[in-house]
C-alpha cells in the first residue's frame, strides 16, 4: 500500500546529542517536506525537496540538515539536540497535484 | 507578505452545520487547500478549490471566491469524530504551502 512512513514515533533524548529522524514514501513522489508542530499550533516549513539531490532550507532550517539521496527517504539531521527542539515533527510528500500526504509524526522530547 | 486568517476556535453542536472561514492574502493565487487534523494526529488533506464556486465531497463542501480572497470549508451533520483542527493552506508559485494557523473544532452533544 502507498504510504509514507516516520520513524521513531516518539524519541526521548539528551541535550547535545545527534539524532536523525527517518522518513520514507511508496508512492514515487518527487516533492517532500519537513515540518515542525507544537501541541495546537501552526507547521512550520524545516526543510523540502523537489527531487533527488534536491534539498532547500525553510523557515526554520538554522538548526537541522536533510539529504535526498533516493526519491523515497527523506532524513532529517538535528547535530546537536536542545531542549527547545522539543516538538512533533511531521514529514510530508507530493505529486503533481496540490495535496500532501504526512506521515504520523515523530515526538521528540529533549531533556 | 502572504498570510492566511482563520478563526482560532468555533463550537458548534452535534447534527448542526458548521462553517470555517479563511481569508488570504497573496501575490499570486494558485488555489485554496483544507486539511483536517485530529489531537496528536497528522493533517489529512481534505479538498482543493482553484476556482471559484463550491465543491462538495459528502458530509463536507469547500467554496472559494477569488475576487474576495475568501474561502470556507462546510461541514454538515457534525458528528463527534469531526472534532479537530481544520487548516486552511494555499500554494506559492514554488508549490509551497503557505498555512494558516488552524482553527480548532469543539463539538458538544
Known amino acids: 500500500e502507498a504510504d509514507i512512513y516516520q520513524t521513531p514515533r516518539y524519541l526521548v533524548i539528551g541535550t547535545g546529542k545527534k539524532i536523525t529522524l527517518e522518513c520514507s514514501q511508496t508512492?514515487?513522489?518527487?516533492?517532500m517536506y519537513w515540518y515542525q508542530q507544537d501541541p495546537g499550533m501552526e507547521l512550520h516549513l524545516i526543510h523540502y525537496?523537489?527531487?533527488?539531490?534536491?534539498?532547500e532550507k525553510g523557515d526554520l532550517s538554522s538548526e537541522s540538515t536533510v539529504s535526498r539521496i533516493r526519491t523515497e527517504h527523506f532524513p532529517l539531521t538535528l547535530e546537536s539536540a536542545r531542549p527547545s527542539h522539543t516538538s512533533q515533527y511531521l514529514c510530508?510528500?507530493?505529486?503533481?497535484?496540490?495535496?500532501?500526504?504526512f506521515g504520523s509524526g515523530t515526538r521528540l522530547t529533549v531533556v | 507578505g502572504q498570510s492566511l486568517e482563520q478563526p482560532s476556535e468555533v463550537t458548534a453542536v452535534e447534527g448542526a452545520i458548521v462553517q470555517i472561514n479563511c481569508t488570504y492574502q497573496t501575490s499570486g493565487f494558485y488555489g485554496l487547500s483544507w486539511y483536517q487534523q485530529h489531537d496528536g494526529g497528522a493533517p489529512t488533506f481534505l479538498s482543493y478549490n482553484a476556482l471559484d464556486g463550491l465543491e462538495e465531497t459528502g458530509r463536507f463542501s469547500s467554496f472559494l471566491s477569488r475576487s474576495d480572497s475568501y474561502g470556507y470549508l462546510l461541514l454538515q451533520e457534525l458528528q463527534m469524530k469531526d472534532s479537530a483542527s481544520y487548516f486552511c493552506a494555499v500554494p506559492d508559485s514554488n508549490y509551497q504551502l503557505i498555512w494558516g494557523a488552524g482553527t480548532k473544532l469543539i463539538i458538544k452533544p
Open positions: 510530508a510528500s507530493s505529486g503533481t497535484g496540490y495535496g500532501y500526504t
Open positions: 525537496s523537489y527531487g533527488v539531490n534536491s534539498t
Open positions: 508512492m514515487g513522489h518527487d516533492k
